[in-house]
């Protein structure tokens, strides 16, 4: 036999110990996330700490965004050129355009539809409003105007105001709205319903009713021509009111000459006849009146 020449080199499978030590590091997840997320990162924010660090280049950045931002808001499809109102009288209609915040043409994206929303509906007159923006770069505002119920002669004048006592406006003279009654007094604002629902009973007495006056903010006088009142109790007003419109279709009672016909006793009902009236009466009883001298 020959004997083998040379010696044959074999080959450690065993991994050196820095490839070892990578392997095991590989096998950490947070080495995996830094070596992912991490590394990335964190170059992409020096390169970008190191660009924006100079003032001429972050300048210029700046200013490319807002050019970038004002191109896209001022496309026209983004443009609102019309205010449309719905719903509004005239007056109403002018107020609104008169504190429009906006001038026209405007980009939507510097208009607060809720914050125009909420002004509108600060004006007296409007009860609700919706605002929305429409094709065609319109923003349409629908108004729901407060109805006007009664007028109010209060310390500040005569004024319109509603079912709920809300002031609408001011009235320069009766005649521009015969249609609605007048209530007088304190706290009468606050009790449209019930006066509107007395006016509804003393519909036969048209003619000469020239208002209802809220009396120590608890009850109601029925004022008629000629100086005439019917004084109305707490409770049930309505009611009192109907029996004396009875009886003066019965006995023609307020075609007398009296000043007022008191009803806030319903036990105890009276009249308060004219003092022309009553010493006419003595008169007629044979009773002389004295004027009081000796």
């Not at 807002?66 to 209609?93: C, H, K, S």
Request: hydrophobic share 45%.
């Amino acid at each position: 036999m020959q004997p083998v020449k040379g010696t044959i080199r074999r080959t450690d499978p065993a991994p050196s110990r820095w490839s070892y030590r990578y392997q095991r590091l590989m096998l950490t997840p947070l080495f995996r996330l830094l070596l992912r997320v991490g590394l990335p990162f964190s170059l992409a924010f020096f390169a970008g700490f190191s660009y924006l660090s100079d003032d001429q280049r972050r300048e210029n950045l700046i200013l490319s965004i807002v050019e970038m931002r004002q191109e896209i808001e001022t496309r026209p499809e983004f443009m609102v050129n019309l205010l449309a109102i719905e719903g509004a009288g005239a007056e109403i209609e002018e107020d609104i355009r008169e504190i429009f915040p906006h001038a026209l043409p405007a980009t939507s994206f510097d208009i607060d539809l809720e914050a125009v929303r909420e002004m509108i509906v600060a004006l007296p007159a409007v009860a609700d409003a919706t605002i929305r923006l429409r094709r065609g770069g319109v923003l349409l505002a629908q108004v729901v105007e407060r109805t006007p119920a009664a007028l109010w002669r209060s310390r500040r004048g005569l004024v319109i105001v509603d079912m709920e006592g809300v002031v609408i406006g001011d009235l320069h003279w009766r005649g521009q709205r015969p249609d609605l009654p007048v209530v007088a007094g304190d706290g009468a604002n606050a009790e449209i319903g019930e006066a509107l629902a007395l006016h509804r009973a003393a519909a036969p007495l048209y003619s000469r009713l020239r208002g209802l006056v809220r009396v120590g903010e608890r009850r109601w006088d029925i004022v008629l021509d000629r100086g005439q009142r019917i004084m109305l109790p707490e409770d049930r007003p309505t009611q009192a009111l109907e029996r004396v419109i009875v009886l003066n279709d019965l006995q023609e009672l307020l075609e007398r000459d009296l000043v007022a016909v008191d009803l806030r006793l319903a036990s105890r009902p009276t009249i308060r006849m004219s003092e022309y009236a009553i010493s006419e009466w003595w008169r007629a009883a044979g009773v002389e009146l004295g004027d009081g001298t000796e």
